[in-house]
């Protein structure tokens, strides 16, 4: 999986973000994104959230050496984030929503902790509009497996689109959106990732017995995938810029 980096995922955030600001960092995995920003906005103030101690932990070391910004971290939700009401400027989100089960709540927070004219920026992947050559049989068989994980674990597969409608809903003015596609894995990556994935799945007893059948086949159809050596697989993300 190719290493993510503020220069090229916060790119379409990074005019809108200024020295002085109070940033949030919602969802900021291990750091490397965290870290980009800290570096490219001198003097702001960023405060990296994840859900995973884990996580933040990776974050805090990553960031640690970085003098030129202050960075805290939180292990938080992004349902009920530990900040006062408008005591934020700015908040990025990359590779987030895909993951929440409700996206209207999160962004309810995001408003409530936002001054007045605080920018959000949000990244989310669209498996609807993924490239992926050659599409076989076994290769849609295979990623409807995947949906139907990502579902039951309470994301969207589909985030990506959904994304201009519910920050609209939550009361933000969208200012741009467009679509970006990046090779996030390999094609061959991508079938070894999804065939892990599903075969991970059979194997939990919590798995629903209603969903054992598809995600077999679905199993089945992946490991003819991970055959194939040859193929190009691009992620279609939906870039967001909006404000309060």
């Known amino acids: 999986m190719s290493s993510r980096r503020a220069a090229e995922r916060a790119a379409f955030a990074l005019p809108s973000l200024r020295p002085g600001m109070r940033i949030v960092d919602l969802g900021c995995g ?6 980009g920003i800290a570096t490219a906005v001198a003097g702001c103030h960023i405060v990296a959230i994840d859900t995973e101690h884990a996580q933040t932990t990776l974050t ?27 005591s ?26 936002l001054v007045p004219g605080g920018a959000i920026a949000l990244a989310a992947s669209d498996w ?32 990506g689109r959904n994304l201009a409608t519910h920050v ?15 090779q996030d894995m390999t094609y061959p990556q991508l079938a070894t990732y999804v065939e892990s994935r599903l ?11 209603g969903d054992h059948a598809q995600l077999a086949s679905a199993a089945r159809s992946a490991w003819t ?20």
């Open 60 to 86: 805090r070391a990553a960031t640690t050496r970085i003098k030129m910004s202050t960075v805290d971290t939180l292990t938080a939700s992004a349902y009920a984030l530990p900040l006062p009401d408008e």
């Open 128 to 159: 609807s509009r993924a490239k992926i050559q050659p599409q076989t049989a076994n290769v849609t068989a295979a990623l409807r497996g995947h949906y139907l994980l990502r579902r039951r674990a309470g994301g969207d597969p589909y985030a």
């Open 199 to 209: 075969a991970a799945a059979l194997d939990n007893p919590t798995t629903p017995p």
């Open 30 to 35: 291990p750091g490397s994104i965290t870290a």
């Open 88 to 113: 934020v400027d700015a908040v990025f989100a990359h590779a987030l929503f895909e993951h929440l089960a409700h996206p209207a709540a999160a962004l309810q927070e995001l408003h409530r902790v």
């Open 168 to 182: 609209t809903a939550a009361g933000f003015r969208v200012v741009t959106t467009h679509t970006r596609h990046r």
């Open 225 to 244: 995938w991970t055959k194939t050596k040859t193929g190009t697989f691009t992620q279609a993300w939906t870039e967001l810029l909006a404000t309060k």
